[in-house]
């Protein structure tokens, strides 16, 4: 014999929460489980949740589309002549609509980048 003793629960999960949860889930040292558990979902639900995330599937509605911003190149720069012995340090330098601008050596990584643009995006 079965004794049911509460309802049975779907919960609905909006985006934002489950973005949140995978945010959680993709921080340094995070495990699968241990955020699965503390959230009380399956560790196949938050997978579920990860390629919905990759096939773009999952997204905030009314977040902002992402767009093409116009670049603009500078004309030809003859280099500075460089005294024997110094390392030269090229950069990338990102400007932004609102003022803001960002150098970069070359030798940044994408995701460091990312995160950086992704804050001055807020």
Known sequence: MEIITGVERRRRWRAEDKLRV????????????????????????????RRQLRQGRLAVRGAPE????????????????????????PQIEIALPDGTCVRVGTDVDAAALRRVLGVLRR
């Open 22 to 49: 995978l945010a959680e889930a993709a921080e340094p040292g995070a495990r699968t489980s241990e955020v699965a558990r503390r959230h009380d979902i399956s560790r196949g639900l938050l997978w579920y949740w």
């Open 66 to 89: 992402p767009m093409f911003l116009p670049v603009q190149v500078s004309g030809p720069v003859l280099p500075e002549p460089v005294a024997p012995g110094m390392a030269t340090n």
